[in-house]
C-alpha cells in the first residue's frame, strides 16, 4: 500500500520559513518525478515545485521561484521543500504527490496518481 505522508506545516510570520517533508512507503519513487502542490480555501489544487527524477530538473510556479527550493533523498525515499520569505499568500495546505507510470506532463494534478494528506501552512503578517 502507498502511503505520502506530510509534515513540517506551521504557523510562521511572513519572512520567516519553514521545510516540509513527505516520508513515502509502499514502493520507491526515486524513478519517478515528485512534486508539491498546494490549496487554498475557495481554489483549486495548485502547482508548487517538481523534482522530475532522482537529483534531476526542477520547475516551480512562478509565484514561489526563488523562495522555495524542491529536494529528495531517494535512501529515504522522501522529498522536502525548503520554503523561505514567507508571505501570507502562500497560506494553504500543502500536498505532496507522486505518480505510478509515465505521462508527459508534471504541472497538473491528473499527472499524480498518490497523495498525501496534506500539511496546513499558515504565514501570518
Known amino acids: 500500500q502507498v502511503q505520502l505522508v506530510e509534515s513540517g506545516g506551521g504557523l510562521v510570520q511572513a519572512g520567516g520559513s519553514l521545510r516540509l517533508s513527505c516520508a513515502a512507503s509502499g514502493r520507491t519513487f526515486s524513478g519517478y518525478p515528485m512534486a508539491w502542490f498546494r490549496q487554498a480555501p475557495g481554489e483549486e489544487r495548485e502547482f508548487v515545485a517538481v523534482i522530475k527524477r532522482t537529483s534531476g530538473t526542477t520547475d516551480y510556479a512562478d509565484s514561489v521561484k526563488g523562495r522555495f527550493t524542491i529536494s529528495r533523498d531517494n535512501a529515504k525515499n522522501t522529498v522536502y521543500l525548503q520554503m523561505n520569505s514567507l508571505k501570507p499568500e502562500d497560506t494553504a495546505v500543502y500536498y505532496c504527490?507522486?505518480?505510478?507510470?509515465?505521462?508527459?506532463?508534471?504541472?497538473?494534478?491528473?499527472?499524480?496518481?498518490?497523495w498525501g494528506q496534506g500539511t496546513q501552512v499558515t504565514v501570518s503578517s
Open positions: 504527490a507522486a505518480r505510478a507510470y509515465y505521462r508527459d506532463s508534471y504541472y497538473s494534478t491528473d499527472a499524480y496518481d498518490y
